[in-house]
Nanobody, 128 residues
């Protein structure tokens, strides 16, 4: 059974940085796609970033491109989201997600409904 556990959320001022971590267990994740999504109350879950673990290829939402970086540590089964130059509009619960179905285009995974496994989320609050 796949388990994803996020950590690293918290309160940060505008312009600050945070690094979120996702500990993955239960499977060998080399062929998986791993992603980060976020959600604020009353809104649909929003795509942030995704990576193909065995290829290192990545794809980002336009709103975070150049500020956020997704990466993984295969040996530790960890996925990270480095968030720099944070803005108040980045405030949300951030979720780690994984899926093992192959699509040639990472863009397919920007739809949260394509991701099968989810963590419980970690709250990021950016104060103005």
């Amino acid at each position: 059974q796949v388990q994803l556990v996020e950590s690293g959320g918290g309160l940060v001022q505008t312009g600050g940085s945070l690094r979120l971590s996702c500990a993955a267990s239960g499977r060998t994740f080399m062929r998986y796609v791993m992603g980060w999504f976020r959600q604020v109350p009353g809104k649909e879950r929003e795509f942030v970033a995704v990576m193909r673990w065995n290829a290192g290829s990545t794809y980002y939402a336009d709103s975070v491109k150049g500020r956020f970086t997704i990466s993984g540590d295969n040996a530790k089964n960890m996925v990270y989201l480095q968030m720099n130059s944070l803005k108040p509009e980045d405030t949300a619960v951030y979720y780690c997600a994984a899926d093992d179905e192959y699509y040639s285009s990472l863009y397919r995974y920007t739809n949260y409904r394509e991701m099968e496994y989810w963590g419980k989320g970690t709250l990021v609050t950016v104060s103005s």
